[in-house]
């Protein structure tokens, strides 16, 4: 009868903590940049996207998704989810992503990064009217990525710093990211220094005329990317001059472009071809041995 209790207690923690997830703020007081920021961080679940979104994000934070400890191979990954720097698709572009990861033994770490003020309570609309011209959508944009990039660039910084005491290997941390979240993906590595770069990336459908910084890293930085060939934002071209430059600078580059799937597959199943990144995406991990 014990034992049996014991399996069944067991088995409850193992489901309760597969996912165990806690939240770390990247600023001790007000994130540096945004003090005058009065407004609060909403939710969105009723609108034209359809899906969960975070938006007028205020205090950074990044919160922790830990595999299961019989799983865990010491790879982290940190992403940051996108949405034009207006919003975050926390949920197909984030969370799902995290337990994706987590199912293949890689902790993960959803990055809320500070993004432009929505003055309204319908972020999708709102944003869907400024993105009918990119050039006005970039200056408004611009300051907020450059705050969004601190933010990332932090993010680093705290699962370095803390790897040893989450039992994670500090040389083996990526960064990842959605649309906007890609183009800060490649923001925090080509403006890092040797203490907070990422040792891989994988840019998805990124938007690359906001990326800032221009230096591609001299030692080895292994990148995977991913679009559709049908973006309906014209991104597909984005990703191609990435790995053309990532192919230039002699670094590890895969490409995989998708027939269909559109901007902003995520972990959607969509029955199209890019519902299969996630499996290419695994390959590319075992190959570069950040699964063993």
């Given at each position: 009868m014990k034992q049996v209790l014991f399996f069944c207690i067991m088995v409850f923690l193992n489901v309760s903590f597969a996912y165990s997830q806690e939240r770390f703020s990247l600023y001790p007081g007000k994130a540096p940049g945004s003090e005058s920021w009065a407004w609060k961080e909403a939710e969105s679940s009723?609108?034209?996207?359809?899906?969960?979104?975070?938006?007028?994000?205020?205090?950074?934070?990044?919160?922790?998704?830990?595999?299961?400890?019989?799983?865990?191979?010491?790879?982290?990954?940190?992403?940051?989810?996108?949405?034009?720097?207006?919003?975050?698709?926390?949920?197909?572009?984030?969370?799902?992503?995290?337990?994706?990861?987590?199912?293949?033994?890689?902790?993960?770490?959803?990055?809320?990064?500070?993004?432009?003020?929505?003055?309204?309570?319908?972020?999708?609309?709102?944003?869907?009217?400024?993105?009918?011209?990119?050039?006005?959508?970039?200056?408004?944009?611009?300051?907020?990525?450059?705050?969004a990039t601190q933010d990332g660039l932090k993010a680093m910084d705290y699962v370095r710093q803390h790897a040893n005491a989450w039992g994670l290997n500090p040389q083996k941390i990526?960064?990842?990211?959605?649309?906007?979240?890609?183009?800060?993906?490649?923001?925090?590595?080509?403006?890092?220094?040797?203490?907070?770069?990422p040792n891989f990336v994988a840019p998805i459908y990124l938007y690359k005329k906001a990326v800032l910084g221009t230096q591609i890293p001299s030692h080895r930085t292994p990148i995977f990317i991913a679009a559709a060939s049908d973006d309906q934002l014209g991104l597909a071209t984005h990703s191609v001059e990435l790995y053309l430059e990532w192919?230039?600078?002699?670094?590890?580059?895969?490409?995989?472009?998708?027939?269909?799937?559109?901007?902003?597959?995520?972990?959607?199943?969509?029955?199209?071809?890019?519902?299969?990144?996630?499996?290419?995406?695994?390959?590319?991990?075992?190959?570069?041995?950040?699964?063993?």
């Open positions: 009723s609108n034209g996207f359809n899906t969960r979104l975070v938006y007028n994000v205020v205090e950074p934070s990044i919160t922790a998704y830990f595999p299961e400890k019989s799983k865990a191979n010491g790879t982290s990954v940190i992403i940051a989810p996108g949405g034009a720097f207006h919003i975050l698709s926390i949920d197909s572009e984030g969370m799902e992503v995290a337990k994706w990861l987590n199912q293949h033994g890689i902790a993960a770490f959803v990055l809320k990064y500070r993004l432009v003020h929505i003055l309204s309570n319908d972020p999708v609309k709102e944003l869907s009217v400024k993105m009918q011209d990119f050039n006005k959508l970039d200056v408004i944009n611009a300051p907020v990525v450059e705050l990526g960064f990842m990211g959605f649309s906007a979240g890609g183009t800060l993906t490649m923001s925090v590595l080509q403006t890092a220094s040797d203490a907070n770069r192919l230039k600078a002699k670094q590890p580059a895969e490409l995989h472009m998708y027939t269909q799937g559109g901007h902003g597959f995520g972990m959607r199943k969509m029955n199209t071809p890019s519902d299969y990144w996630t499996v290419d995406f695994e390959h590319w991990l075992r190959f570069h041995q950040y699964i063993p």
